[in-house]
């Protein structure tokens, strides 16, 4: 084996190990995001909670996720990334004993609020991480993989939980089991932390981006803020997870409202959403590649989610092809997430990445936040058709604003061409 094939097959370990580790991570902060939802229909036969009451506690993780993800974006800029996750996972760990141990609605509102600060760092962290130890080459590749870790982790709490559940005859040991899988990858990634060390990065992608992005005075840490890319990203992020909040909580009980389909089908519609949304994401990466304008490969997919939750709402669809519909949906919403963070890489100004990503993620969390009570509520009197007209309006905006950041990413793209 030559020299330069020898460079190629070590930068290539380098990368998948990073990446598999950072989509290890990402899984688990995902499959915490469905730890309190996926028991919701055990706590209503223990503790006779209403929906809106269930949805105040995806409400609360959200919220403390959201604000707490704009404000990790700096101290991963400042202590860097590593660190911060490890908190993160100690965070899950202790939601999910809170879980276990809870006796009413105060003790399930810790475990939110605690699973809500595990969350919190995870995006600034990963993509700091990435952006920083993956080559140029394999970028888009790392960003498909992080996307179908996350969904992945969706789908497979479901599967987990509902398992132990059976096997055991006990919520609570099933909610201290998720404890003891957030432990494991805690080890795992603390055996591989060189792997997931930022400070030690052979990748600067923000300082790729040309000469004069370097040349330029230092800017205030919180100039970032007053570029519009990045509130427009926030909102793309807010409309397209608030809709995606209306399938992770509410889409099980919303088909056996309309349809009369049994439990054991529709508890299947959210894991099915994020196997497909996975499936999309592996697709999406590829597209990531060969595409200049992002948004028009977003639009696309999210249209054609949209299309997809509004069949099952109008009640067309006979008995479970409702509820293959609505998990297909997810494909398209899958498809689109590659493209989605390249497009907020692009609109990242230089050195900025941990602060960018909390920033504009946090409108993921918010989506969740005020999507979750929103959507209980519209169950609660009796509007089941209305989580999924609602989640397809929320997907067209947020066509709207992934198109309003492509043409300014653009633009800025022609503006520094000129100016070379």
């Known amino acids: 084996m030559s020299n330069a094939s020898k460079v190629t097959a070590a930068a290539l370990t380098h990368d998948a190990r990073t990446i598999g580790l950072i989509g290890l991570a990402h899984s688990t902060s995902h499959f915490f995001h469905m730890l309190l939802p996926m028991l919701f ?186 570029l519009p890319s990045v509130w427009l990203c926030f909102s793309f992020f807010f409309w397209s997870t608030g ?17 009369g389909l049994p439990l054991s089908v529709t508890s299947l519609v959210v894991t099915g959403y994020m196997l497909s949304g996975a499936a999309g994401m592996v697709v999406g990466g590829f597209l990531v590649a060969r595409t200049e304008r992002l948004e028009r490969v977003i639009g696309a997919c999210l249209f054609g989610a949209a299309a997809l939750l509004v069949a099952v709402a109008t009640g067309l669809p006979h008995g479970v092809m409702a509820a293959v519909f609505a998990a297909l949906a997810g494909f398209g919403t899958g498809l689109a997430g590659p493209s989605r963070d390249m497009l907020i890489r692009r609109a990242a100004p230089p050195g900025a990445t941990g602060r960018v990503y909390g920033t504009v993620y946090s409108g993921l969390d918010l989506g969740f936040a005020l999507g979750a009570p929103m959507f209980g509520v519209l169950l609660d009197h009796g509007e089941p058709a209305g989580v999924f007209y609602g989640a397809a309006a929320m997907l067209a905006l947020g066509v709207a604003s992934a198109s309003f950041v492509g043409l300014r990413v653009a633009r800025m793209r022609i503006a520094a061409g000129v100016a070379a």
């Open 41 to 226: 229909p055990l706590f209503i036969r223990d503790f006779g909670f209403s929906y809106s009451e269930l949805g105040l506690l995806v409400t609360t993780f959200y919220v403390i996720s959201g604000v707490g993800q704009a404000l990790a974006g700096f101290l991963v800029d400042r202590v860097g990334a590593r660190p911060v996750l490890f908190c993160a996972l100690t965070c899950f760990v202790l939601a999910a004993l809170a879980t276990a141990t809870a006796n009413g609605y105060a003790g399930l509102m810790l475990a939110a609020a605690l699973a809500g600060f595990g969350n919190a760092p995870f995006h600034p962290v990963d993509f700091t991480i990435l952006n920083k130890r993956v080559s140029q080459l394999r970028l888009g590749h790392a960003f498909s993989v992080h996307g179908v870790t996350g969904n992945l982790g969706w789908a497979a709490a479901p599967v987990f939980l509902a398992s132990i559940t059976a096997i055991s005859g006990s919520w609570r040991v099933a909610a201290a089991s998720a404890g003891g899988l957030a432990l494991v990858v805690m080890a795992l990634l603390f055996a591989n932390r060189d792997a997931i060390d930022d400070r030690q990065g052979h990748w600067a992608h923000d300082a790729m981006r040309g000469d004069a992005a370097t040349a330029k005075p230092a800017e205030h840490i919180m100039a970032f803020l007053k």
């Open 243 to 259: 809709a995606m909040s209306a399938i992770q909580s509410f889409a099980s009980p919303a088909l056996q409202q309309m349809y």
